[in-house]
């Protein structure tokens, strides 16, 4: 059992930089992928990064390739998406996702955990 709780986001302006974090709960945490989806308001939801275990591997929608990056701290059971370079179709609520299984299965699977989101705002 993995329990994930996000933080970070909030209200930047176009061009502005935020960093989201992924707390998880668990002593396997390492053992898991770890991702980050988006939904903003009216839209279905889609993903964001994924990363591997050991943070050797990740992978990214090409509508964040370039700006945004994932990365893990296993020692300190959290995940981190820095996101520069924002604009306001970045708006969406963000969530951090967990799967035993590869970053390509949660990218076009989705996730057994998640967490309850964090709302990032980017205004023009």
């Known amino acids: 059992q993995v329990q994930l709780v996000e933080s970070g986001g909030g209200l930047v302006q176009a061009g502005g930089s935020l960093r989201l974090s992924c707390a998880a709960s668990?002593?396997?945490?390492?053992?898991?992928?770890m991702g980050w989806f988006r939904q903003a308001p009216g839209k279905e939801r889609e993903f964001v990064a994924s990363?591997?275990?050991?943070?050797?591997?990740?992978y990214y929608a090409d509508s964040v390739k370039g700006r945004f990056t994932i990365s893990r701290d296993n020692a300190k059971n959290t995940g981190y998406l820095q996101m520069n370079s924002l604009k306001p179709e970045d708006t969406a609520v963000y969530y951090c996702?967990?799967?035993?299984?590869?970053?390509?299965?949660?990218?076009?699977?989705?996730?057994?955990?998640w967490g309850q989101g964090t709302q990032v705002t980017v205004s023009s």
């Open positions: 668990g002593r396997t945490f390492s053992s898991y992928a």
């Open positions: 990363i591997n275990w050991s943070g050797g591997n990740t």
């Open positions: 996702a967990a799967v035993r299984a590869s970053i390509w299965y949660l990218a076009n699977n989705g996730a057994d955990y």
